[in-house]
């Protein structure tokens, strides 16, 4: 049982560069979200799918396009990188609702040069 | 507004317990209180969450006062490996986790 599994687990672009990360989850859970994380800084919300075929805001959307694959997979893309987006990104999952705890995956490093 | 606020740094000596606090004077009836916890370098995990009465599992207790305003977590005996970010979060009901900055719990030998 794997959980939540990111990849890459690190990348390096160069800005302007368009890159995707991709996200998968085995326990058929309906929502799935990605998450950035700063240095010395809490986890802010991107882009989450409360379930299949849906996707919404986050609270720092811009610069990002996500696509709920299927129940499974939910992607993260890049279209053109800045700088500004160099963090560490992290792919959750759970069963919506007050009470579903959160699943995270390992985390993508990912450094804009 | 669904912010927590909590304490931005404690210590702990091994072996000794550890209650970490959190305010949420804000909260209303539906909200549920979640802890998590990052460990250096990985993704946050859960630790427990409550509504309204105390609540007990495998890795902490929560407490809950009784207006419901703050709450605390309890690590009943801390050990190295509990060292830690820990996220108090309020869930909204049909809303989804907001991460502050949380506490960094450091335990001393």
């Known amino acids: 049982n794997a959980g939540v599994t990111q990849t890459p687990k690190f990348q390096v672009l160069k800005t302007g560069q368009s890159m995707t990360l991709q996200c998968a989850q085995d326990m058929n859970h309906n929502s799935m979200y990605w998450y950035r994380q700063d240095p010395g800084m809490g986890l802010r919300l991107i882009y989450y799918s409360a379930s299949e075929g849906t996707t919404d805001k986050g609270e720092v959307p811009n610069g990002y396009n996500v696509s709920r694959l299927n129940k499974r997979e939910f992607s993260l893309r890049l279209e053109s990188a800045a700088p500004s987006q160099t963090s560490v990104y992290f792919c959750a999952s759970r069963v919506w609702g007050n009470t579903g705890e959160l699943f995270f995956g390992e985390g993508s490093r990912l450094t804009v040069l | 507004d669904a912010k927590t606020t909590q304490p931005n740094s404690m210590e702990s000596n091994e072996e000794e317990p550890v209650h970490l606090p959190c305010n949420h004077s804000?909260?209303?009836?539906?909200?549920?209180i979640h802890w998590y916890r990052q460990l250096p370098s990985q993704g946050p995990e859960y630790v427990i969450h409550g509504l309204t009465s105390n609540v007990n599992n495998r890795m902490a207790s929560l407490a809950i006062a009784e207006d419901r305003k703050s709450s605390t977590l309890i690590l009943h005996r801390a050990t190295l490996r509990d060292a830690a970010v820990y996220y108090c979060i309020r869930l909204l009901l049909g809303q989804n986790f907001v991460f502050g900055p949380g506490t960094r719990l450091s335990v001393l030998p």
């Open positions: 804000t909260i209303s009836g539906t909200d549920y």
